[in-house]
């Protein structure tokens, strides 16, 4: 596929020379040559599909392309490009820039006109532009077409409007904590603090002295190695020994 759209351009760049010259003739061959730059220049600067290109500036300058052949515009934008303009191919003009002034896009113009023998048009307030590249038009249509035939897609169209990028709905709210609480089994019970850090020995465990009865909420199980079992207090350096409470 991309060999035929590279033939095909090199032809219609390359006609007037095959009327005069021999395929072995170095104009001929520097006419292959320029129509692969003109190619390589297609694919860089506009791409091989369509671009949504924002115009933040007030003032757009363009050169009006519909009464010219696609040969004289590519012609047109490589030559723009060695002189330092940036330009860019859409369907019915090609950009060559924009401006905060008025006056600067009309001395651009200026130039443009007298430099390239071409007609120029300066837009205002125009807030993007959409890039037709020519290698979006002959590279794609024979592949779009068999997706239409195949049933793969309905169809086609140019979106002025950048697509919002859809985000998976997470259910981001943690899962709610389940709060457990410790009752005393009697009116009071002894509780206990952890005098260091070594919770796995029973020695570590110190009495603080008797507590009433109260909901208190529940952190964690420790059993040491000597086989007792503690309850901590959350958020507290208490424990109960767990003949004495109830877990709620």
């Not at 012609?75 to 006056?103: T, W």
């Not at 000597?226 to 767990?242: A, H, M």
Request: aromatic share 12%; net charge positive.
């Amino acid at each position: 596929m991309f060999k035929q759209v590279a033939v095909s351009l090199l032809l219609v760049n390359l006609s007037f020379a095959t009327s005069f010259y021999e395929p072995n003739d170095k104009s001929f061959k520097d006419g292959f040559y320029a129509g692969l730059k003109a190619l390589e220049f297609q694919a860089k600067n506009d791409g091989f599909t369509h671009q949504v290109i924002e115009v933040k500036a007030p003032y757009l300058l363009v050169v009006d392309i519909k009464e010219k052949s696609l040969n004289d515009v590519l012609f047109l934008q490589i030559i723009a490009n060695r002189e330092g303009f940036e330009s860019h191919l859409c369907a019915d003009f090609v950009s060559f820039g924009e401006f905060e002034r008025k006056a600067d896009a009309e001395d651009i113009a200026q130039m443009l006109e007298k430099r390239f023998k071409v007609k120029t048009k300066i837009l205002n307030n125009i807030k993007q532009i959409i890039t037709y590249p020519y290698l979006y038009k002959d590279f794609y249509a024979d592949i779009l077409l068999k997706a239409k035939e195949l049933g793969i897609i309905v169809e086609t169209k140019i979106i002025k409007q950048p697509i919002k990028r859809q985000v998976s709905s997470k259910n981001t709210n943690k899962k709610q904590e389940v709060i457990k609480y410790m009752k005393l089994k009697n009116s009071k019970a002894m509780g206990y603090y952890l005098n260091n850090a070594d919770a796995s020995n029973s020695k570590s465990f110190s009495e603080s002295g008797l507590k009433p009865n109260s909901d208190f909420i529940y952190d964690k199980k420790v059993i040491t190695k000597q086989g007792e079992i503690f309850y901590k207090v959350k958020n507290e350096n208490l424990y109960f020994s767990d003949k004495d409470i109830v877990l709620k």
